[in-house]
């Protein structure tokens, strides 16, 4: 019986120390995740007791907030010579990428012209966004600093086509000797509940002719079920995909020995997140430049981000988040080009950034943003923002480090 009372006495002593460890605060880096970092990781962040890490502290070591100082600048706009910067009355918005051809720079980008009205004026001929009842056009520059506008590459499609209301929010792709223009296409009529699809164009030439393919090369998901027959694109039965509305900023990029064509997604009855409006990114890949494309099952690929601004780096991919989503004005990167990690924050920047693909790079992580083409708009007192005037702008990415105390402009 005593041998008994014995073993029942450490059993109770056991079980309470067992209790009182689990009613202890819990450090999920004070064992083996701590092991992870250096003395030096420590002294930067100015962590003094590895053993106790607030919330913060975890945060900056796991996303490395003391190791991408390369990363970390900011943005500045300058005004182009030429004829596509301001001008009153028109719109050019969305500027691609800048590719090279002989000696010559060449961009593309959506005009317009015309009042903006909005939705709901009963009239369905009436613009309702400024770069509805938009052709696509192109600009050429020796320079980089002197852009000429050439003319128009891509109109609307025949009347009843997917792309006979709007061609607009261009990209461009030179591979192998051609040129691939994808762009965001509207069908008539122009509703809150619209639908847009991606088109493409193909060229043997920058300066075209371009031929137009005969079916859109990427969809909304159709998965959503819209509430009501009101023209309302916040009331659904069921939301659907983070793209089931819409699938807009097609980026098309030849990587991995593939076709990797990035897209922003927005969703039918569009709801707030902590960090303002839902918008994220997808992506979806094809053996072949026309496609078919699949959509990634990583889908979305980003909880933020608005315009697509995307380039390669170190065989993987690195992306400029400027508006909209939790993570909104961040750099961030991925090594498979799908699973990205944030390297660093910024104040603000540009609009619809164009890179330059003839950059190198591998030279450093924003090299690619060294200089480009974005969308600035000039705003009217008293007036709403869709009838102000967009013009295109050219930035560049001042790079900052730490060196001896002093912060250096490079």
């Known amino acids: 019986m005593k041998s008994i009372l014995q073993l029942f006495v450490i059993l109770l002593f056991i079980s309470s120390c067992q209790s ?20 030096a990781d420590y002294d930067f962040l100015a962590i003094t007791n590895p053993e106790k890490l607030s919330e913060a502290s975890k945060r900056a070591l796991e996303r490395g907030y003391h ?29 691609t990428m800048v590719i090279r051809v002989d000696s010559i720079y060449y961009t593309y980008y959506t005009k317009a012209t015309g009042k903006t009205y909005g939705f709901g004026t009963g009239d369905p001929e ?30 609307y499609g025949p009347k009843g086509t997917y792309d006979d209301r709007s061609v607009f929010t261009p ?9 691939y223009l994808v762009y965001q296409c509207i069908k008539y009529p122009y509703l809150n509940r619209s639908k847009n699809t991606v088109g493409m164009s193909v060229a043997d030439n920058p300066r075209g002719p371009w031929k137009r393919l005969e079916a859109p090369i990427l969809e909304p998901s159709n998965d959503g079920i819209w509430l009501g027959d009101e023209d309302n694109r916040f009331k659904t039965k069921k ?19 593939k076709f990797y064509l990035y897209y922003k997604g927005e ?50 991919m690195a992306i400029v988040h400027s508006d909209d989503g939790p993570e909104q004005r961040t750099l961030q990167y991925a090594p498979d080009g799908i699973n990205f990690k944030i390297k660093a924050y910024i104040k603000e920047a540009p609009s619809a950034m164009g890179l330059v693909t003839t950059l190198d790079n591998e030279k450093s992580p924003t090299e690619a943003l060294k200089w480009g083409l974005c969308l600035s708009t ?12 967009d013009y295109i702008q050219r930035f560049s990415y001042i790079t900052k480090h730490n060196t001896a105390g002093e912060f250096v402009e490079k």
């Not at 995909?241 to 991995?256: C, G, M, N, R």
């Not at 496609?291 to 170190?314: A, D, F, L, R, V």
């Open 20 to 39: 009182n460890q689990e009613n202890q605060p819990k450090n999920d880096f004070s064992t083996d995740s701590a092991e992870k970092y250096s003395e």
């Open 67 to 95: 190791k991408n100082a390369e990363w970390f600048g900011t943005f500045e706009k300058y005004d182009l010579k030429g004829n596509i910067g301001y001008e009153k009355g028109v719109t050019r918005r969305d500027p």
């Open 126 to 155: 009436k613009k309702v966004f400024p770069w509805d009842k938009s052709e696509i056009w192109y600009a050429t520059s020796k320079d980089g600093w002197e852009w000429i506008e050439q003319g128009v590459a891509i109109t």
């Open 171 to 179: 990209e461009v792709l030179a591979h192998n000797g051609k040129y």
């Open 239 to 257: 939301q659907g995909s983070f793209d089931s509305q819409k699938v807009h900023d097609p980026t098309l990029l030849f990587y991995k020995n």
């Open 267 to 316: 969703r039918m009855g569009e709801r707030l997140t902590a960090g303002g409006r839902e918008i994220r990114w997808g992506v979806a890949i094809s053996e072949h430049p026309e496609g078919p494309y699949i959509k990634s099952e990583y889908n979305p690929i980003t909880q933020s981000g608005h315009e697509i601004c995307i380039w390669p780096y170190k065989g993987g």
């Open 378 to 389: 000039k705003f009217y007192e008293g007036r709403p923002w869709q009838e102000g005037d």
